[in-house]
């Protein structure tokens, strides 16, 4: 197991060494609640493929790659950190989680989503749309490192 996160680490990958084992990966599990959640909204008519993306993209996504998730939200809760955080936000929490098991993936679900995404994609083809997203990605690497090596 060192041997093969030495591997990944030296060819720019992140490793994530657990405690113990667990069902799937972090990454895909806490993807997979917010496409749940994303779900929910197209399924119930509260917003549009295009309108959750751009929400993502401009929203935390743009945050994401710096801190992640947690300290995101430890930045949000002041100079009370998480603390304040989860005491002043928590409790107004919990009936987004009770939200959090899949929605009934109907035609009509199956359908409006495809929908969705094929408007947001448009003339773009799936090599473009790779491409497009390769290219972001790295760039957004690069940058983050370039601000951590300079506050170094």
């Not at 994609?121 to 760039?139: G, K, M, Q, T, W």
Request: net charge negative; glycine share 8%.
């Amino acid at each position: 197991m060192k041997w093969a996160a030495a591997w990944y680490e030296h060819i720019g990958k992140s490793v994530i060494t657990m405690d113990r084992e667990v069902p799937g990966f972090i990454a895909n599990r806490l993807q997979e609640a917010l496409w749940r959640e994303a779900l929910h909204m197209v399924d119930n008519g509260e917003a549009t493929v295009e309108q959750i993306d751009l929400a993502i993209t401009d929203g935390p996504g743009l945050r994401w790659p710096i801190q992640g998730p947690m300290l995101t939200f430890h930045l949000a809760g002041g100079e009370g950190g998480m603390a304040h955080m989860l005491d002043h936000f928590g409790p107004s929490l919990k009936s987004p989680w009770t939200r959090l098991d899949a929605p009934e993936l109907t035609p009509a679900l199956r359908n409006a989503v495809i929908a969705g995404c094929d408007e947001e994609v448009a003339d773009r083809s799936f090599l473009e749309l790779v491409a497009e997203r390769d290219e972001a990605i790295i760039a957004i690497r690069n940058a983050v490192a370039a601000v951590k090596s300079a506050q170094k």
